[in-house]
């Protein structure tokens, strides 16, 4: 069983920062790519940012684009989100998603984390 869990969320001032991190644990045979998301009150989940591992390519939602940075440490199977000038906007829950294989005989699927709650407010 592939657990995501992310941690980081908090309430910051506008203007602030913060770094969110996703954590993958269990078996797992290759990581195709890890992607956060966010989902604010009422609206669609939409994609913030997303990295692919073997490219090591990202890509970003234009409202973060310059103030958000994606970014993996592969020795903690760890992929951190660092947010900084939040604003207002930016309040959402964020969640990370995994796509992975687990193993090599299997399919490729996608498993969330829980999400946290990210609150910019002064």
């Known amino acids: 069983q592939v657990q995501v869990v992310e941690s980081g969320g908090d309430l910051v001032q506008p203007g602030g920062s913060l770094r969110l991190s996703c954590a993958a644990s269990?078996?797992?045979?290759?990581?195709?790519?890890i992607s956060w998301y966010r989902q604010a009150p009422g609206k669609q989940r939409e994609l913030v940012a997303a990295l692919t591992t073997n490219s090591g390519s990202t890509n970003y939602a234009d409202s973060v684009k310059g103030r958000f940075t994606i970014a993996r440490d592969n020795a903690k199977n760890t992929v951190y989100l660092q947010m900084n000038s939040l604003k207002p906007e930016d309040t959402a829950v964020y969640y990370c998603?995994?796509?992975?294989?687990?193993?090599?005989?299997?399919?490729?699927?996608?498993?969330w984390g829980q999400g946290t709650q990210v609150t910019v407010s002064s």
């Open positions: 998603a995994l796509d992975y294989q687990r193993r090599s005989h299997e399919a490729r699927t996608t498993t």
């Open positions: 269990g078996t797992i045979f290759s990581i195709y790519a």
